[in-house]
């Protein structure tokens, strides 16, 4: 591959970095007794924010309130920062870092950034009611054959179909 | 054996910390190097324009569900010291939808958003920031989704169960599917003739709005290919294929191991009940209380026990357990302090969330012997107060005997005797 300054490099070979995923995944189920997840961590970090400007009101909160005080002190919110170190890592040896807001060659950041919110609302919000993300459910849930995980796979596939064009756009080249 | 910090009850001490923070950094790599901290990668999968993100989670789920069924089938591993999720059919569909319309829509998931968040990528920061905002908003409406997030509720439901298969079989068939959808992902992308999408090269042209030389010399796909995407050739493909079922299928040919404990344990995976699986989970969970052993205790009245009732005032009032008290949950604290730490605090909700919700929250505040009851009062109700008549399993003379007694005292015998066919407890009053 031409050795240009910077230059990105090509991404894995799929099928073996997905093994290199399975192996993660097995040793959580081994060590941890749990497999991966991010969302609750991301959820946290929001009642911990949440908190800070609120602290009555996410106490006396159903959902929020029963993570107690000390929200953060949760095995998943440190599972998430070394999700963020890997990636960091990863990205950096590959020479893949660069601060930019990816979209369509087509698309400007306005349009984009929208739909990046956007999206991270429903994906917010839908975390919380399957109780896991494609990490907690998909993955992990998959691999345990739980029947509810199986469905959510199937079914966040569906949704993501039925929407693909009505969002087609951000991606234009 | 394998002992995990789950079996511990370690997930969440500094042990359990440290080992997260490694897996997570595993993970993080893992994502990155399959291209997966690229929103417009994970996108394209809506587009079929580029497979990654399916070759990428089929692999992982069929090499871990492999892998996991060969220690339950050795005996290495006890399914119960797995935190398995719990099925909840609706919530888990309309969340999956909604998830999905979420992804495509933010490029991301809370995961390839975080790894791409270490790559750089703003638009995983405001995807999080969305994430965030979108936790808030459920917690703020939890009131009004709940019905939902409760909908058709199954414990912990294996899918071989349902299709009637032992564990080993379903990994064949899950490996077997998985390999078909390769094969299909590669044929598809083929056909698309990839282009821009699957190189890394195009993060430099958005970053720096100057094409990359062979995208300005107007080079088709098929050259950018060979500089920046991975072409899975046709030998590795079948190679990895034959690897997957191989391993698979082996697990046919590995004896369960006969020792009758863990021949127990093999068949939870195996598709036993969830009935039965929640059972044996519950018989480990130090902080639950069986429905039987509470009524033998109130029955026997025990020094210092308390049954705390957490629902609202009007359902208390319809039917509660007998020498119950009413708390709702925000004058838990107010009311339980005195009882910290002396005798045996049991809270119940109608299921099981109320009350374990409530019992996290003490126990976080130091409350060390706080109990949920099983199943909650509809467990109370169904294996306590369930006349013998309305079993559909064959119930002992002794278990008979118990259960006769455990009406008349929590019913009162008017109750038992004049409306023994009556399953409507709370209608009874």
């Known amino acids: ?173 | 054996m394998i002992n995990t910090l789950y079996a511990a009850d370690a997930l969440n001490s500094t042990a359990g910390f440290a080992f997260s923070v490694l897996i997570g950094f595993f993970f993080g790599v893992a994502l990155e190097r399959a291209g997966l901290a690229s929103s417009r990668k994970i996108a394209a999968i809506f587009y079929f324009r580029d497979m990654t993100v399916l070759k990428v989670m089929l692999t992982a789920i069929t090499t871990a569900a492999i892998g996991l069924a060969y220690l339950f089938r050795l005996g290495w591993l006890d399914p119960a010291s797995i935190y398995f999720p719990e099925t909840v059919y609706g919530a888990q569909i309309v969340g999956g939808l909604l998830l999905g319309i979420g992804m495509v829509t933010g490029g991301w998931c809370p995961g390839t958003a975080t790894a791409g968040l270490g790559s750089g990528r703003i638009d995983a920061l405001l995807f999080l920031a969305g994430v965030a905002g979108g936790s808030v908003l459920f917690n703020e409406t939890f009131e009004w989704v709940k019905p939902l997030y409760e909908y058709r509720t199954a414990g912990i439901v294996s899918a071989p169960e349902i299709f009637g298969v032992s564990g080993p079989a379903f990994v064949v068939g899950l490996s077997v599917v998985a390999v078909i959808l390769f094969w299909i992902s590669e044929a598809v992308e083929q056909a698309r003739q990839l282009r821009v999408h699957q190189a890394p090269d195009y993060i430099d042209y958005i970053a720096t709005k100057k094409a990359p030389e062979h995208l300005a010399a107007g080079v088709p796909g098929r050259t950018l290919l060979q500089t920046g995407y991975y072409r899975t050739s046709i030998i590795f493909l079948t190679l990895f294929s034959a690897a997957l079922i191989g391993a698979a299928a082996g697990l046919l040919f590995v004896e369960p191991v006969e020792l009758p404990e863990l021949k127990a344990q093999w068949r939870m995976f195996a598709g036993q009940s969830a009935e039965q699986r929640l059972m044996e989970h519950i018989e480990k969970g130090r902080d639950h209380i069986a429905p039987e052993d509470l009524a033998r205790r109130i029955m026997n009245e025990e020094p210092g026990l308390l049954v705390v009732d957490i629902r609202p005032p009007d359902e208390y009032r319809q039917f509660h357990i007998r020498g119950a008290v009413n708390v709702p949950p925000p004058d838990l604290f107010d009311y339980l302090e005195p009882y910290k730490d002396r005798g045996m605090i049991v809270l119940y909700s109608n299921g099981m969330n109320h009350s374990g919700q409530a019992a996290a929250a003490l126990r976080r505040q130091g409350y060390d012997n706080v109990y949920i009851l099983t199943d909650g009062l509809e467990g109370f109700k169904e294996r306590c107060l369930k006349p013998v008549s309305l079993r559909s399993y064959p119930v002992s003379q002794e278990q008979a005997q118990r259960i006769r007694e455990c009406r008349e005292y929590f019913l009162g015998g008017a109750a038992a005797i004049s409306n023994p066919a009556s399953s409507d407890i709370s209608a009874s009053n």
């Open chain 1, 1 to 173: 591959m031409a050795t240009r300054k910077n230059q990105p490099q090509s991404y894995a070979n799929p099928y073996l970095a997905g093994l290199l995923l399975g192996a993660t995944l097995f040793f959580s189920f081994i060590i941890l007794g749990a497999g991966l997840g991010a969302s609750s961590a991301w959820a946290r970090f929001s009642a911990w924010l949440e908190g800070l400007a609120a602290p009555q009101r996410v106490a006396a909160s159903e959902y929020f309130g029963a993570w107690g005080a000390d929200v953060l002190s949760y095995y998943l919110v440190f599972m998430v920062l070394g999700v963020f170190a890997g990636g960091l890592f990863s990205a950096l040896t590959a020479g893949r870092v660069r601060l930019i807001v990816e979209r369509g060659l087509k698309t400007g950041i306005a349009l984009r950034s929208v739909l990046a919110v956007f999206g991270g609302v429903f994906v917010g919000y839908a975390a919380r009611l399957a109780r896991g993300c494609p990490s907690g459910q998909g993955l992990t849930g998959s691999a345990l054959l739980s029947a509810g995980s199986l469905l959510f796979l199937i079914f966040a596939f569906v949704g993501g179909y039925a929407a693909a064009l009505l969002v087609r756009r951000q991606w234009h080249d």
